[in-house]
């Protein structure tokens, strides 16, 4: 049997928030799947988590970095 579109879509409708937002992260990532730049990222995720582990970059509140942006890009 073959399911169409719109019943894949009534049936993922019925879903609890949590599932649904669960099969769009699944959906999307299936698109975006180039093992190449994952790689990247996960490369990058790396690199940065080590700079805050070790002291060499500091965090900020997202207050503050939300103020400092709008305040430059006004």
Do not use: C, Y
Not at 20 to 29: C, G, Q, S, T
Not at 31 to 51: C, F, G, M
């Amino acid at each position: 049997m073959t399911t169409t579109v719109e019943e894949l879509e009534a049936e993922a409708l019925n879903l609890s928030a949590a599932l649904r937002a669960r099969l769009v992260e699944k959906l999307i990532a299936s698109l975006d799947s180039e093992p190449d730049i994952e790689n990247a990222w996960a490369v990058e995720v790396e690199r940065r988590h080590a700079e805050i582990e070790s002291g060499a970059v500091s965090l900020l509140p997202g207050t503050e970095t939300l103020m400092r942006l709008r305040a430059e890009f006004q």
